[in-house]
Structure formats: C-alpha cells, structure tokens
C-alpha cells in the first residue's frame, strides 16, 4: 500500500513577470493520514504551494504527485477532475456560492465528483443525509440550511466550505487560513472537528494559518522558509516593499 500522499521532488513555480521562483523545493513529503501545518510569513509562498498541490497551477520543473498521480502530466481538464475527486479545498474566501443555499454548496462537491458520490453510496449513506451530518457536527444549526449561503456570517460560511470539503471523503483536505473569522474557541472546535473526520477516513490534512495558538492540532509543522529556497529573500521584498511604501507615504504627508 501506498504511504505517501504528496511527494515533490526540484519543485518550482514563477509566476510571470517574477525575477526568481515563488517556490523552489528540493523535496516534499507528506504521508497518508499525516496533519500538517505549513506556516511562513506573509509573501513566502504558502498559497502558491497549496495552489500546486491542488493542482490549480502546474509546476513548471521537476515532479510532484499526489496519491501516485504526477499533476504535472495531467492536462488542466484531468486536474481539476483529479482534484474534484480526490481533494477538498478549503480557500481563505471560501468561495460558496452564494445564492445557493447552504445545503446545496456542500451537495455541489458531490455533484461534481462521480469518485465522491460513489464513496457514500458504499457506505450506504445518503448525500443529503451526509451533507446533514457534516453541518451539525460543524456547528451549522439546521434553521440554515435552506438560507442562500450569501447569508451567513463569515464564520459560518467558514464551516460551510468546510463541510464541503470533506463530504464524500477525499484523500487530502487543503485549507488555506479557514479559520480566520473564528474566536480562539470556535477555532479550537473547529480543528478538533476536522481532525476527528481526517482521522476516521484517513485524510491527509495541508493546513496554513497565520495563528500561533492551533500547532498543537498537528502532526508536523512545515516551515516554508525550511525548505523552499525563496521563501526568505521574498518575505523580505514584501517587508521592504511595505516599508518603502509606507515611507514614501510619509514623506509625502511631510512634504
Ligand atoms: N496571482 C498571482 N500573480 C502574480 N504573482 C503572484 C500571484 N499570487 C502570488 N504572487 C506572488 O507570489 C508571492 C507569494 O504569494 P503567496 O500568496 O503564495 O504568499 P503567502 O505566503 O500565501 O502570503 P499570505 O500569508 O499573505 O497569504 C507574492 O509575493 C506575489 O509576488
């Protein structure tokens, strides 16, 4: 049996008009059912990593698989079927359509995934039933669940992609900063949640986040800066950059 879920080997990825890549990794590897945390200071990379992972954008030299598939030689259409199937992503603007309602943005996921339909269906679990279950577990009360998703708070919608994500039990959960339109103790609840699912279906779990107080809900902790060659020397530019803006910003008032 397989152990690896993501494996990457020379990994890089420019963006256009960049000087030197975003991402620039040796090597990456993360086990099957393994909880990471990937953290790194503002500009460094981590959503480009995750957008790579998920196979949103492909790298542009050397390999990187996700469950033995290699993205790199997938066309965007197998992809984005690849990721349907196998990948629930949790963006930082979770990206709910917002005048479907609550329970039918979870259902999409199913809609999409043929891969994910037929997981419940083994399991002889019906979508709305999950969809159901995933909610109240999350802590959307079931007055919401007719509502367009438009409607709720940010933390909620929060939850709601969260349900999504994990609905017919993808192999690898990426979550980019999901929790933050959470209280520290919505959060704590949130990360308990979602590692109570990831570890009854042995979900790989890519998780970033700015806040400090949730390492404790990982396996492993990731720095960028540790691995990928630019992760400083950008971080650094994006400072700089900031400070020169903020001083012409004051010699202007000054002036
Ligand atoms: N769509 C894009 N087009 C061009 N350049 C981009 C794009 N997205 C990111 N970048 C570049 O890649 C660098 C890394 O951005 P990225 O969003 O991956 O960092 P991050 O670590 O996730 O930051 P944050 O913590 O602020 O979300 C940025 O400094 C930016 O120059």
Redesign the pocket.
């Known amino acids: 049996m397989a152990t690896w879920c993501i494996r990457g080997q020379g990994i890089q990825f420019t963006?256009?008009?960049?000087s030197q890549p975003?991402i620039d990794i040796a090597e990456l590897e993360i086990k099957i059912g393994e909880r990471v945390l990937l953290r790194?200071?503002?500009?460094?990379?981590?959503?480009?990593?995750l957008s790579l992972l998920a196979g949103v954008h492909s790298v542009q030299a050397g390999s990187l698989s996700i469950l033995d598939a290699e993205l790199s030689q997938l066309s965007q259409r197998k992809r984005d079927k690849f990721r349907a199937d196998h990948i629930g992503y949790i963006f930082?603007q979770f990206n709910l359509l917002p005048y479907l309602s609550v329970i039918q943005n979870v259902l999409l996921a199913i809609d999409f995934s043929k891969t994910r339909a037929k997981r419940l269906a083994d399991r002889s679990i019906s979508a709305q039933a999950e969809s159901e279950r995933l909610l109240t577990r999350l802590g959307i009360a079931a007055d919401l669940w007719l509502k367009p998703a438009g409607n709720l708070s940010v933390g909620q919608q929060q939850r709601v992609a969260a349900a999504r994500a994990l609905i017919g039990a993808p192999e690898l959960i990426i979550a980019?900063?999901p929790t933050s339109a959470l209280d520290t103790d919505a959060r704590d609840t949130f990360l308990n949640l979602l590692n109570e699912e990831c570890e009854q279906q042995k979900i790989t779990l890519v998780f970033?986040t700015?806040d400090t107080t949730l390492s404790h809900h990982f396996d492993r902790i990731i720095q960028?800066a540790d691995i990928n060659c630019n992760s400083k020397d950008?971080?650094n530019a994006?400072v700089e950059s900031d400070l020169n803006d903020s001083a012409a910003y004051n010699g202007n008032k000054e002036a």
């Open positions: 963006w256009p008009r960049q975003t790194g200071p503002s500009g460094s990379g981590k959503s480009t990593l930082q980019d900063e970033v700015h960028l950008i971080a994006a």
